[in-house]
């Protein structure tokens, strides 16, 4: 993983760099330019010297000239055309130009040229642009080179200010490593940056959740216990009173029990186990389309026989519109088996049950009705807790069933809802999202 530090540091000083270059030539230009105007200065108070001077007796030969002027070269034409003076004549030089100032390339190099007239001879005064150039050049260079030279120290300190600028999120880096598995309280956001604050908040909300997760399993593990605590006592009573029984009879009834209490703490068992292979994480399979009505069929044979044995009718009522949805088929299986399951039990002998699927408007549905007791209205939400038994309930169950079912359904992102049932007992209906894949 790349360094923030770093990437500041390169972004900074590349940063840095390019603006300085800029600027160097911005200086360069406005240096030239700056130049151009002094030397054209030059150029033409040199000639104007030179036209006071009487040149006319000068030599056609080389011509000193003070070292003041030794950048710029001077050559003078007589009226026919012939040049009577040359200061450098070992140069390449332009040959006549216009009156005024002139930029003329003489194929080696441009120069700029200034010419005056006077008595029929033409004074001009020449300079090699490159000289500008390199003037310039020299200018913005020495206002440039030393911020170029400062770079070193320019890195140096965004290094140490960068890290400055990291250190909370260092510190929150130690506060958290520093931290115990069980050590779940907020971080402290005193003196945080505002930058740091979404950060460390973001941390105190996942350590909240987790908190509340471990709680809840702490929770669960508590009430498991104490709920398999009580069966386990109860079978191990039943087997000391078969090995006591003292005749066939007794010994018989005993075992009777103790294969009873053996079921309901297996039907125990299972239940855990699937409310914790629902829970999030615990077994997620992909989904894939599930018929709710043919599943719903499969399930109710399943009960079949328990029904028939509590003279209950036991049957489906087809409904019309698309009853397929995306889920876990297994996981449904299970929420129909938990429905269809706590109606047979609960529902006195010579009772009914009747398992409706369908589609509203608002998507695929499962319903579930009974001619039972019923569930009042101030206990329909208790009932989705965890363990939880109604006092006057006649069938103890493991109170598990209605919690997995609102298990399953989250996970399928349907509702469940508790009501009264036309049968006269309770209603149950868990409504999906409408159409497969929602």
Request: one cysteine or more; a neutral charge; aromatic letters at 6%.
């Given at each position: 993983?790349?360094?923030?530090?770093?990437?500041?540091?390169?972004?900074?000083?590349?940063?840095?760099?390019?603006?300085?270059?800029?600027?160097?030539?911005?200086?360069?230009?406005?240096?030239?330019?700056?130049?151009?105007?002094?030397?054209?200065?030059?150029?033409?108070?040199?000639?104007?010297?030179?036209?006071?001077?009487?040149?006319?007796?000068?030599?056609?030969?080389?011509?000193?000239?003070?070292?003041?002027?030794?950048?710029?070269?001077?050559?003078?034409?007589?009226?026919?055309?012939?040049?009577?003076?040359?200061?450098?004549?070992?140069?390449?030089?332009?040959?006549?130009?216009?009156?005024?100032?002139?930029?003329?390339?003489?194929?080696?190099?441009?120069?700029?040229?200034?010419?005056?007239?006077?008595?029929?001879?033409?004074?001009?005064?020449?300079?090699?642009?490159?000289?500008?150039?390199?003037?310039?050049?020299?200018?913005?260079?020495?206002?440039?080179?030393?911020?170029?030279?400062?770079?070193?120290?320019?890195?140096?300190?965004?290094?140490?200010?960068?890290?400055?600028?990291?250190?909370?999120?260092?510190?929150?880096?130690?506060?958290?490593?520093?931290?115990?598995?069980?050590?779940?309280?907020?971080?402290?956001?005193?003196?945080?940056?505002?930058?740091?604050?979404?950060?460390?908040?973001?941390?105190?909300?996942?350590?909240?959740?987790?908190?509340?997760?471990?709680?809840?399993?702490?929770?669960?593990?508590?009430?498991?216990?104490?709920?398999?605590?009580?069966?386990?006592?109860?079978?191990?009573?039943?087997?000391?009173?078969?090995?006591?029984?003292?005749?066939?009879?007794?010994?018989?009834?005993?075992?009777?029990?103790?294969?009873?209490?053996?079921?309901?703490?297996?039907?125990?068992?299972?239940?855990?186990?699937?409310?914790?292979?629902?829970?999030?994480?615990?077994?997620?399979?992909?989904?894939?389309?599930?018929?709710?009505?043919?599943?719903?069929?499969?399930?109710?044979?399943?009960?079949?026989?328990?029904?028939?044995?509590?003279?209950?009718?036991?049957?489906?009522?087809?409904?019309?519109?698309?009853?397929?949805?995306?889920?876990?088929?297994?996981?449904?299986?299970?929420?129909?088996?938990?429905?269809?399951?706590?109606?047979?039990?609960?529902?006195?002998?010579?009772?009914?049950?009747?398992?409706?699927?369908?589609?509203?408007?608002?998507?695929?549905?499962?319903?579930?009705?009974?001619?039972?007791?019923?569930?009042?209205?101030?206990?329909?939400?208790?009932?989705?807790?965890?363990?939880?038994?109604?006092?006057?309930?006649?069938?103890?169950?493991?109170?598990?069933?209605?919690?997995?079912?609102?298990?399953?359904?989250?996970?399928?992102r349907a509702e469940v809802v508790l009501g009264d049932s036309?049968?006269?007992?309770?209603?149950?209906?868990?409504?999906?999202?409408?159409?497969?894949?929602?």
């Open positions: 993983m790349r360094s923030i530090r770093h990437q500041l540091l390169f972004a900074l000083l590349t940063a840095i760099t390019l603006t300085l270059l800029l600027g160097g030539l911005v200086t360069y230009r406005t240096a030239r330019d700056e130049a151009n105007e002094m030397s054209d200065y030059h150029l033409r108070q040199l000639a104007l010297s030179l036209r006071d001077q009487a040149m006319s007796q000068m030599p056609r030969r080389e011509f000193g000239i003070d070292e003041d002027v030794q950048h710029f070269s001077v050559q003078i034409w007589s009226p026919d055309g012939t040049r009577i003076y040359f200061s450098h004549p070992r140069q390449e030089l332009p040959r006549q130009a216009p009156i005024g100032f002139a930029t003329i390339d003489t194929g080696r190099g441009k120069w700029r040229v200034f010419g005056l007239q006077q008595g029929g001879q033409l004074i001009q005064v020449a300079q090699p642009m490159q000289l500008r150039d390199q003037l310039a050049l020299a200018a913005a260079w020495r206002t440039v080179a030393p911020f170029l030279m400062m770079l070193p120290v320019l890195g140096v300190m965004i290094w140490i200010i960068v890290g400055r600028g990291l250190r909370p999120l260092a510190s929150v880096t130690r506060a958290v490593t520093a931290r115990s598995a069980l050590a779940l309280d907020p971080l402290p956001e005193t003196g945080t940056p505002h930058e740091v604050r979404p950060l460390v908040r973001a941390l105190n909300d996942l350590l909240a959740r987790l908190q509340r997760a471990l709680d809840a399993q702490r929770e669960f593990i508590a009430d498991a216990a104490h709920e398999l605590r009580t069966p386990l006592a109860a079978l191990t009573l039943q087997v000391q009173l078969a090995e006591r029984a003292g005749d066939e009879a007794s010994r018989a009834e005993g075992f009777s029990e103790l294969r009873g209490g053996l079921e309901r703490v297996t039907h125990s068992v299972e239940q855990l186990l699937t409310l914790a292979r629902q829970e999030p994480g615990g077994a997620d399979l992909p989904f894939a389309p599930v018929d709710l009505a043919e599943l719903a069929g499969e399930v109710i044979s399943e009960y079949q026989q328990l029904a028939e044995s509590r003279r209950i009718d036991l049957g489906a009522i087809p409904g019309a519109g698309q009853t397929v949805v995306d889920g876990d088929r297994e996981a449904l299986r299970v929420l129909l088996g938990n429905l269809i399951g706590n109606a047979v039990r609960y529902t006195p002998r010579g009772g009914r049950v009747d398992v409706a699927t369908g589609s509203a408007a608002g998507g695929p549905f499962v319903e579930v009705c009974d001619s039972g007791p019923g569930i009042p209205a101030e206990e329909r939400e208790r009932v989705f807790d965890r363990f939880y038994r109604r006092a006057h309930g006649e069938t103890t169950g493991s109170g598990l069933g209605l919690a997995i079912v609102r298990t399953v359904a989250r996970r399928h036309p049968l006269g007992g309770l209603r149950v209906r868990v409504d999906f999202a409408a159409g497969p894949g929602s």
